[in-house]
């Protein structure tokens, strides 16, 4: 069994194949896929998938921070609103969520304080939410560490930041979301994973994005995110069964999925 705790597969990416898709993710042992929303224009997209099939897709509602803009708070008015979750089924987090400043930071201090609502709800909520971060780490811990954050649960997805990073994550209880990063040449995650916790280590893809070896370059799809559990299996050195079970069961319970 295998949970790809992050993907897109409601996107238009999609929009030719996803039944197929979801049939390879199917094959490949995929037994739950975690959706997390990005923004307002994505809702019905993701509302429409996690309808098709409740037992096998469960939501992450929330604004993505490279969509934090002017518009801000009609965005949050309409993601949060009584309406969306309504025809949401499955909502198991607030995500994703976070602060991203490789490409653009002109809008730092709105995504800090969309990051600073969002968590505020979930923490009201009991929600575990799902943490964006791109050239972001002392920003978001800083907006974070506000004492009234503590008993939060939930993971850094898609973690590409060095140990110590990864250690202030597992010290306030967070989990560390792995995808294909892991399986790229250059890539300094693997020395980062050797060094944690399988008990809290998430997988996921990002579909459609960020393709693992040997797929790199292309479309990435749920099924992959097998891939990412063999090489993980390598790396630690422990069974490619035992990676399975363990990580999903982390996402059974950070998620509370069946
Ligand atoms: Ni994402």
Not at 63 to 83: A, C, G, M, W
Not at 94 to 123: P, R
Request: some cysteine.
């Amino acid at each position: 069994m295998l949970i790809d705790t992050h993907s897109h597969i409601y996107s238009e990416e999609f929009d030719a194949d996803r039944n197929e898709a979801i049939g390879r993710a199917k094959l490949a042992g995929v037994s739950h896929i975690v959706l997390p929303n990005i923004d307002a224009s994505s809702i019905d997209r993701l509302a429409s998938l996690s309808r098709s099939d409740s037992e096998y897709f469960y939501v992450a509602n929330g604004l993505h921070p490279t969509s934090v803009n002017v518009d801000y708070r009609k965005e949050l008015e309409l993601i949060f609103s009584d309406n969306t979750f309504a025809s949401l089924t499955n909502v198991v987090a607030i995500g994703e969520i976070g602060m991203d400043l490789y490409w653009d930071d002109t809008f730092v201090e709105e995504q800090k304080h969309v990051l600073d609502f969002q968590l505020s709800y979930a923490k009201e909520r009991k929600l575990p939410v799902i943490i964006h971060c791109r050239n972001a780490f002392g920003q978001i811990m800083d907006v974070m560490s506000a004492g009234y954050r503590s008993g939060m649960t939930g993971v850094f997805h898609c973690f590409s930041e060095d140990y110590e990073a990864a250690k202030q994550v597992l010290d306030m209880g967070f989990n560390i979301g792995v995808g294909g990063v892991l399986t790229y040449k250059k890539s300094t995650l693997p020395d980062v994973v050797a060094r944690i916790p399988l008990t809290s280590i998430l997988l996921e893809t990002d579909s459609p994005y960020l393709a693992p070896v040997p797929h790199r370059g292309k479309r990435n799809e749920p099924a992959f995110v097998a891939c990412v559990a063999e090489k993980l299996s390598q790396i630690i050195g422990r069974d490619y069964d035992d990676v399975c079970e363990t990580t999903s069961a982390n996402a059974k319970k950070l998620f509370n999925l069946n």
